[in-house]
């Protein structure tokens, strides 16, 4: 099992251009989040999923979007990028067994100039 | 609003010290207190608690919950330098859906 992986790694970006991040689970997990860390500031929830076709916002959604088409993938959208969307993003998944027990890709870091 | 505030921010120890690490947080109807690991790249689960008094333990690491003083703490003994990393505490309130409130972090370094 690859458990969770995304897409791409690394990414530069210029303010006002758009990207797709691609997160991919192969555990069957229901719910999905997307998260960005910044220096100094933990998790914070950007958009989650609780099963295919739903989403839902989270703390930061401002400037992002979200779709769940199917089960195994979910996919954060910057539209318009900016320079405060410079940050690492995470993707991770759980089973509706144990919800608590989040499993994390390994991170995009993006940089927006 | 739910909020999780860590401390210290950063600790740097030699091994074999012990340490303490502390995450007090508010949360309407409370479900569930978490711990995480986070070394290079993505965070680990470690713990999950929901009871008052009731340590878990793995290895060297143990924590515990007090929820009538709102907090836990995670403790390391005899520390590693493979136990430098950022530990993440969560907090999940009752809701529809599993959504964790993390804190920003504990840095711990240990020096050999």
């Known amino acids: 099992n690859a458990g969770v992986t995304q897409t791409p790694k690394f990414r530069v970006l210029k303010t006002g251009q758009s990207m797709t991040l691609l997160c991919a689970q192969d555990m069957n997990h229901e719910y999905m989040y997307w998260y960005r860390q910044d220096p100094g500031m933990g998790l914070r929830l950007i958009h989650y999923s609780v099963g295919e076709g739903t989403t839902a916002k989270g703390e930061v959604p401002d400037g992002y979007n979200v779709s769940r088409l199917k089960k195994q993938n979910f996919l954060l959208g910057l539209e318009s990028a900016a320079p405060s969307q410079t940050s690492v993003y995470f993707c991770?998944?759980?089973?509706?067994?144990?919800?608590?027990?989040?499993?994390f890709g390994p991170g995009t870091r993006l940089t927006v100039t | 609003e739910d909020k999780v505030v860590q401390s210290p921010l950063s600790l740097v120890v030699h091994e074999g010290d012990t340490v303490t690490l502390n995450c007090s947080y508010e949360?309407?109807?409370?479900?569930?207190l978490l711990w995480y690991k986070q070394e290079k790249k993505a965070p680990t689960f470690l713990f999950m608690l929901?009871?008052?008094?009731i340590e878990k333990k793995s290895g060297r690491l143990s924590s515990i919950l007090d929820k009538k003083e709102l907090f836990s703490i995670l403790n390391i003994t005899a520390t590693q330098t493979g136990d430098s990393a950022i530990y993440l505490c969560?907090?999940?309130?009752?809701?529809?859906?599993?959504?964790?409130?993390f804190g920003r972090g504990t840095s711990l370094i240990v020096h050999p």
């Open positions: 969560a907090v999940v309130g009752r809701g529809g859906s599993y959504i964790p409130t």
């Open positions: 929901t009871s008052s008094g």
């Open positions: 949360v309407t109807n409370f479900r569930s």
């Open positions: 991770a998944s759980a089973g509706t067994s144990k919800p608590y027990e989040q499993y």
